[in-house]
């Protein structure tokens, strides 16, 4: 019983989270849960196998937190599994560093022990076709066979019991089942034999099928370790010191504090180039700050004082003193973490096709096996033959075929899609992403390139004075816009614009309005930057006015030039769009898909961008929050959704998301690709509908190597129960199985994206 104590001294309800020690799949996943959630005082329970956790809710108010966490440590460990307290991010991450070299161990040992085998199997058909004149020395093959059997895979026999404890069937179960039968009549056969004639021996059929699934667990552990990339690097970007003004006094002499000690109303200073560290307000000082890590747009935001800057975001050119409003616990970045986290966790990997079968093809092997031998004995067979045939029925069973069919296929397919630039990253996306009814695009860096460029310029483009004002002005300026302006004068005014204007001056940089060049006493003040800052320096910008108008509306951003007085010149300023946009767009709708933007800018440029490609649906103004709630929505509605980004601002959507797809942009591109199960290293669109086309192709070999794999199974245990397959014709027809589903998985190799296959 768990004792409950006062509900005024405990009114709420507790969350448990605890690390789960001996999951291996699906299965063991399925079976904790469901401990957990038969006990009456839990409210839920979540397993991620990926990070091996588990979130536990209370059903029950007022209950002692050690008690609860007590109860489920011990219900945890009665499941079979080794409850263990969750460590730090860092610990993890070198745990399963070590835990993904613990397992190459093994593996690259069983290979390395089977070769020997395999090729002196292969070796004697190539030969002669006798199978047992040219192998090795049966004392050879049962050294080698036998560490792989019961050293290296003792793993799966721990699991095994765990499923028949549990009364439940899985893959492993059934490898168990097949290559110890193997093992033990090929024993048996050697060591009755007469020294003249050697039977045929089943050693490499047992030790082979044990590297195999060896194999495939060890590249799940590296797919496991990748899920949780995201929130390591997203933990990564808040930096670990702030430079604290003792008292809030604004001074020169700052202490440097660990940001986990920051409190709410403490005052710190930030300087030109660093990373903010907590969400905080602006108490003095003008700067403009670089926020795509909240919003994904590549324009800086203007920052003076009364307001907020978010912690994560990078300031720009001037420093800035900024009073904390939140701990680090608690700041937007770590809302972000914490839903990638809790996105990853409730995909919890569902019960794998393969298990599910197992789970009803076991106990009828077991029962076609006993009825096999008892019938033959009861038939008046002796001893020997009865369990010969016994033997075939298990051999057979094997599921060498089974266990390869969806791994062979997902290889080759991740295989030829990271031929054509597309990485999938896990074996969930890669079977979800054929199912996809709608895809979700963010607009900066996806549709479009990221980075601002001259959309649109009036003025005296042929005048030669202000062409030079303007190189001067943003020669030395490290402003996006700046570096889009210089970009932009190398192409329409080359020769004039670089030639240094007559006179001397000084170019002075106006934090969060623009820059502005002082000459000597008596001559005209050149400005150029926001026309809210122009106007209110006494400038005359009327003439530009319907063209400030129409670039707003098409959520342009603008820039003008004076000269002293007047404006004489006027730039807009955009994101151009990647150039496979538009067709990729009308590639995925052609193909029956839902197109969708959600973006972080204003509603006049998303919607600007979204009329440019051909989209009608746009959600504007999304936080990194927002974008996972409409994903959420969307599924709640039915739909399959694939969510397309690039940035930290994407990456709670691209957890959230059925399947989430990566662009390979360089900044914050880690993130994104550790939250996404696909990313595109190209960063052209079109490779969407090309990711779901592979997915396509590859879940259609699965299925029809499943169906390959049962048909052996399904036809040769009749056979092998009624006598007519002994074990060696039973070997081979395994071996057969193997065989063609691999060479079916191998005709991926041909697939080309239909993109490419237009453009031929």
């Given at each position: 019983?768990?004792?409950?104590?006062?509900?005024q001294q405990h009114p709420i309800v507790h969350t448990v989270d605890l690390g789960v020690g001996g999951m291996t799949c699906a299965s063991c996943v399925g079976r904790v849960e469901r401990a957990l959630k038969r006990q009456p005082w839990v409210a839920d329970a979540v397993v991620n196998l990926a990070t091996e956790t588990v979130r536990v809710v209370s059903a029950e108010d007022g209950v002692a937190v050690e008690d609860f966490q007590r109860q489920v440590k011990r219900t945890v460990r009665d499941a079979g599994y080794e409850p263990t307290e969750i460590q730090t991010a860092l610990e993890n991450e070198q745990r399963s560093w070590l835990g993904i070299d613990r397992a190459f161990l093994p593996t690259f040992a069983a290979l390395l022990l089977c070769a020997p085998l395999v090729l002196s199997m292969c070796w004697s058909l190539l030969m002669s076709g006798d199978t047992v004149t040219f192998m090795l020395p049966a004392?050879?093959?049962?050294?080698?066979?036998?560490?792989?059997?019961?050293?290296?895979?003792?793993?799966?026999?721990?699991?095994?019991?765990?499923?028949?404890?549990?009364?439940?069937?899985?893959?492993?179960?059934?490898?168990?089942?097949?290559?110890?039968?193997?093992?033990?009549?090929?024993?048996?056969?050697?060591?009755?034999?007469?020294?003249?004639?050697?039977?045929?021996?089943?050693?490499?059929?047992?030790?082979?099928?044990?590297?195999?699934?060896?194999?495939?667990?060890?590249?799940?552990?590296?797919?496991?370790?990748?899920?949780?990339?995201?929130?390591?690097?997203?933990?990564?970007?808040?930096?670990?010191?702030?430079?604290?003004?003792?008292?809030?006094?604004?001074?020169?002499?700052?202490?440097?504090?660990?940001?986990?000690?920051?409190?709410?109303?403490?005052?710190?200073?930030?300087?030109?180039?660093?990373?903010?560290?907590?969400?905080?307000?602006?108490?003095?000082?003008?700067?403009?700050?670089?926020?795509?890590?909240?919003?994904?747009?590549?324009?800086?935001?203007?920052?003076?004082?009364?307001?907020?800057?978010?912690?994560?975001?990078?300031?720009?050119?001037?420093?800035?003193?900024?009073?904390?409003?939140?701990?680090?616990?608690?700041?937007?970045?770590?809302?972000?973490?914490?839903?990638?986290?809790?996105?990853?966790?409730?995909?919890?990997?569902?019960?794998?096709?393969?298990?599910?079968?197992?789970?009803?093809?076991?106990?009828?092997?077991?029962?076609?096996?006993?009825?096999?031998?008892?019938?033959?004995?009861?038939?008046?067979?002796?001893?020997?033959?009865?369990?010969?045939?016994?033997?075939?029925?298990?051999?057979?069973?094997?599921?060498?075929?089974?266990?390869?069919?969806?791994?062979?296929?997902?290889?080759?397919?991740?295989?030829?899609?990271?031929?054509?630039?597309?990485?999938?990253?896990?074996?969930?996306?890669?079977?979800?992403?054929?199912?996809?009814?709608?895809?979700?695009?963010?607009?900066?860096?996806?549709?479009?390139?990221?980075?601002?460029?001259?959309?649109?310029?009036?003025?005296?483009?042929?005048?030669?004075?202000?062409?030079?004002?303007?190189?001067?002005?943003?020669?030395?300026?490290?402003?996006?816009?700046?570096?889009?302006?210089?970009?932009?004068?190398?192409?329409?005014?080359?020769?004039?614009?670089?030639?240094?204007?007559?006179?001397?001056?000084?170019?002075?940089?106006?934090?969060?309005?623009?820059?502005?060049?002082?000459?000597?006493?008596?001559?005209?003040?050149?400005?150029?930057?926001?026309?809210?800052?122009?106007?209110?320096?006494?400038?005359?910008?009327?003439?530009?006015?319907?063209?400030?108008?129409?670039?707003?509306?098409?959520?342009?951003?603008?820039?003008?030039?004076?000269?002293?007085?007047?404006?004489?010149?006027?730039?807009?300023?955009?994101?151009?769009?990647?150039?496979?946009?538009?067709?990729?767009?009308?590639?995925?709708?052609?193909?029956?898909?839902?197109?969708?933007?959600?973006?972080?800018?204003?509603?006049?440029?998303?919607?600007?961008?979204?009329?440019?490609?051909?989209?009608?649906?746009?959600?504007?103004?999304?936080?990194?929050?927002?974008?996972?709630?409409?994903?959420?929505?969307?599924?709640?509605?039915?739909?399959?959704?694939?969510?397309?980004?690039?940035?930290?601002?994407?990456?709670?959507?691209?957890?959230?998301?059925?399947?989430?797809?990566?662009?390979?942009?360089?900044?914050?591109?880690?993130?994104?690709?550790?939250?996404?199960?696909?990313?595109?290293?190209?960063?052209?669109?079109?490779?969407?509908?090309?990711?779901?086309?592979?997915?396509?192709?590859?879940?259609?070999?699965?299925?029809?190597?499943?169906?390959?794999?049962?048909?052996?199974?399904?036809?040769?245990?009749?056979?092998?129960?009624?006598?007519?397959?002994?074990?060696?014709?039973?070997?081979?027809?395994?071996?057969?199985?193997?065989?063609?589903?691999?060479?079916?998985?191998?005709?991926?190799?041909?697939?080309?994206?239909?993109?490419?296959?237009?453009?031929?």
């Open positions: 019983m768990l004792k409950t104590l006062d509900a004392p050879i093959q049962f050294a080698l066979a036998t560490p792989v059997q019961f050293i290296l895979g003792w793993p799966f026999y721990k699991v095994a019991w765990r499923a028949l404890k549990a009364r439940a069937g899985n893959m492993e179960l059934l490898v168990v089942i097949g290559t110890t039968a193997g093992w033990l009549l090929s024993t048996w056969l050697w060591l009755t034999a007469s020294s003249e004639a050697m039977p045929h021996l089943y050693f490499e059929g047992s030790a082979v099928v044990i590297a195999m699934v060896l194999l495939g667990k060890y590249l799940e552990a590296r797919s496991k370790k990748q899920t949780t990339e995201a929130i390591r690097a997203l933990q990564r970007l808040q930096p670990a010191t702030a430079r604290l003004l003792p008292d809030g006094k604004q001074r020169d002499d700052v202490l440097e504090v660990a940001v986990s000690e920051l409190l709410i109303g403490d005052v710190i200073r930030i300087y030109a180039g660093e990373t903010v560290p907590a969400d905080a307000e602006v108490i003095s000082g003008q700067s403009s700050l670089d926020e795509s890590l909240v919003t994904g747009e590549p324009m800086p935001v203007n920052k003076n004082p009364g307001d907020r800057v978010i912690g994560g975001t990078l300031n720009g050119e001037s420093s800035l003193d900024v009073r904390v409003l939140t701990t680090h616990t608690n700041s937007i970045l770590a809302q972000i973490i914490g839903m990638v986290s809790d996105a990853q966790a409730a995909k919890a990997p569902v019960q794998k096709q393969v298990d599910q079968v197992a789970a009803v093809f076991v106990p009828v092997v077991l029962a076609i096996a006993m009825l096999t031998f008892i019938a033959w004995l009861l038939a008046g067979a002796d001893l020997s033959t009865s369990t010969i045939n016994i033997v075939a029925v298990l051999v057979i069973a094997c599921p060498c075929a089974l266990g390869l069919a969806t791994p062979a296929a997902i290889m080759v397919g991740t295989g030829v899609a990271a031929r054509h630039g597309i990485l999938i990253k896990d074996a969930l996306s890669l079977e979800r992403a054929h199912r996809v009814t709608a895809v979700v695009f963010d607009k900066t860096g996806t549709l479009t390139k990221g980075e601002p460029s001259v959309q649109a310029f009036e003025g005296a483009l042929d005048n030669a004075d202000v062409m030079q004002r303007i190189a001067q002005l943003q020669a030395e300026n490290p402003h996006p816009l700046a570096a889009a302006v210089r970009q932009w004068l190398v192409v329409n005014a080359p020769g004039e614009a670089m030639q240094a204007p007559e006179g001397v001056g000084t170019v002075e940089n106006v934090p969060g309005r623009g820059v502005q060049w002082l000459p000597i006493a008596g001559a005209p003040i050149w400005r150029m930057g926001s026309p809210d800052w122009l106007l209110n320096e006494g400038v005359d910008t009327s003439v530009f006015a319907p063209a400030l108008s129409r670039w707003h509306a098409s959520g342009l951003t603008v820039s003008l030039v004076a000269n002293g007085a007047t404006a004489v010149a006027a730039f807009a300023f955009g994101d151009a769009l990647k150039p496979g946009a538009r067709d990729a767009v009308a590639e995925l709708i052609a193909a029956g898909k839902r197109v969708l933007i959600m973006s972080g800018d204003h509603e006049g440029a998303a919607n600007a961008v979204a009329s440019r490609v051909g989209i009608t649906e746009v959600f504007a103004g999304c936080l990194p929050g927002d974008k996972a709630r409409h994903v959420r929505t969307l599924q709640e509605r039915g739909e399959i959704v694939a969510f397309v980004g690039d940035g930290i601002n994407d990456a709670p959507a691209l957890s959230t998301a059925d399947v989430g797809i990566a662009m390979n942009n360089g900044k914050h591109g880690d993130v994104a690709m550790s939250a996404a199960g696909v990313t595109l290293m190209r960063g052209d669109p079109q490779l969407v509908l090309g990711a779901l086309e592979i997915s396509s192709k590859t879940v259609q070999k699965i299925r029809q190597n499943l169906f390959w794999a049962f048909v052996y199974n399904v036809a040769g245990i009749p056979l092998a129960a009624l006598g007519f397959l002994n074990p060696v014709v039973a070997g081979a027809a395994m071996a057969m199985s193997s065989v063609s589903v691999m060479a079916n998985a191998l005709l991926l190799n041909g697939w080309k994206m239909a993109s490419n296959k237009s453009r031929n």
